[in-house]
């Protein structure tokens, strides 16, 4: 019976909300008719709406006297350091993958905006 449990075909679970900031999947949940709910939170880089959602999952409880699941609530695990450490906020590490992207971006923001303005 091992065999046949290691052989059955497996359920990708896909995070439909990982990586979208607080405001936008609180936004689509909100337009599925669902409620969005902070599960945990680090981080203190300021308003949940642009925290980063880094992991969601559908309510997990049952309620009232007949145990009906509840199937309007997604949770939501945020991370809400800032996008690039500095020495008063944590962050990404400037020489991270991420940290890096970030900085480029910034940089490519401000070149932009020096260009528009000359």
């Not at 979208?20 to 337009?31: E, F, K, L, N, S």
Request: one cysteine or more.
């Amino acid at each position: 019976m091992a065999v046949a449990a290691l052989r059955s075909p497996r359920i990708a679970n896909a995070d439909d909300y990982a990586g979208q900031t607080y405001g936008d999947a609180a936004g689509a949940i909100r337009a599925a008719r669902k409620k969005a709910v902070t599960a945990s939170r680090s981080g203190q880089a300021g308003a949940n709406d642009n925290c980063v959602v880094t992991h969601s999952q559908s309510a997990p409880w049952l309620k009232g006297e007949h145990f009906t699941p509840v199937t309007k609530t997604v949770l939501l695990d945020l991370n809400c350091n800032a996008k690039v450490a500095t020495a008063k906020r944590a962050g990404n590490s400037a020489a991270s993958p991420e940290g890096r992207a970030e900085l480029e971006e910034a940089k490519q923001a401000a070149a932009k905006k020096s260009s528009s303005t000359n």
